[in-house]
């Protein structure tokens, strides 16, 4: 692609979307954004010269973003839907109305922002529904990124940092031993950026080579506000079912049921 080739990036307004809108506009695409309400989010970072376009998946997309874009970087993907079925139906829905528009429309090439999570194994509909995307995709022809724990100011990892510093008790949930590979939210778009550049197809993941096990992150991030962790272990399952019991009632707390299966499994 030429340096100047126009980019559209979904959920532009998101921490990682806005991230990569960001590099590259610094590398000398043009990003082009597409968000829910492009009135309520003028100031998606990095979006400064291909504009935001409305795109509330699946049903309501402008399809006026795919307009004579090279490349199409997939970063929306629904995560506080309510109901695990209708979380799957959007995300699934949403993707395939994304792939859809970018083959009409002549796309060179397609990025799936996927993740670690999504093992054979995995239980939440998170990781289950980016494995299911990554299902529709040709590897022969697309690029797929699966990065670990992003850490930056957003995101799970910001809430994360959040609740270790405020909650007097952090609760480790299945022993606290599972393994945590992390990655900054630069590399991550560095990497997406990269792989456009190169023409890069098929699946990559992307994290740091050695994991961190979940006790001790908590400890460091703990240690880096000058506070001393606390934990409190819980067993797994029943929080998970009273978890899924407030977010039924419409009530959002730090954590939700799907982080909660997503820890479970980490590798």
Request: hydrophobic fraction near 45%; charged fraction near 20%; charge should be positive.
């Given at each position: 692609?030429?340096p100047d080739a126009t980019?559209?990036?979904?959920g ?8 990569c ?28 010269s291909?504009?935001?376009f409305?795109g ?13 874009v ?11 839907v309510?109901?695990?079925a209708t ?9 395939q109305r994304v ?8 796309v060179?090439?397609?990025v ?7 093992t ?9 529904s980016?494995?299911a ?5 040709d ?5 797929t990124?699966?990065?670990g724990?992003i850490?930056?100011r ?5 809430r ?7 909650v007097p008790m952090?609760?480790l ?6 393994q ?8 991550v778009c560095?990497a ?16 740091a080579?050695e ?5 001790r ?5 703990a240690?880096?506000a000058g ?15 009273a978890?899924?019991?407030t977010?039924r009632?419409?009530?959002?707390l730090p954590i939700t049921?799907e ?6 499994h980490?590798?």
């Open positions: 692609m030429t980019v559209l990036v979904t532009a307004n998101g921490f990682l979307g806005a991230a809108c960001q590099r590259l506009e610094a590398r000398g695409y043009r990003a082009r954004g597409l968000v829910r309400d492009p009135a309520s989010a003028p100031d998606a970072a990095g979006v400064t291909g504009g935001l409305r509330e998946l699946p049903n309501t997309v402008d399809e006026a973003a795919f307009d004579r090279s490349a199409v970087i997939h970063c929306a993907f629904a995560t506080r309510t109901g695990a979380l799957s139906a959007a995300n699934l829905a949403g993707s792939l859809e528009l970018s083959r009409a429309h002549g060179e090439r397609f799936f922002i996927s993740s670690l999570a999504a054979p194994e995995a239980e939440s509909t998170y990781a289950r980016k494995r995307v990554e299902g529709l995709l590897p022969t022809r697309d690029l990124l699966r990065p724990m850490m930056g957003g995101g799970l990892f910001a994360m940092c959040q609740s270790v510093q405020t952090v609760p949930f299945y022993g606290g031993r599972q945590l590979q992390t990655v900054w939210v630069d590399d560095d997406i950026v990269n792989g456009i550049d190169a023409g890069l197809t098929g699946a990559y993941g992307i994290a080579p994991p961190i096990d979940i006790r992150f908590y400890q460091e991030i240690g880096l506070r001393r962790c606390r934990f409190v272990p819980l067993p797994g399952p029943p929080v998970v079912a978890l899924r019991l977010e009632l419409g009530l959002r049921s982080n909660l299966l997503g820890l479970k980490m590798r």
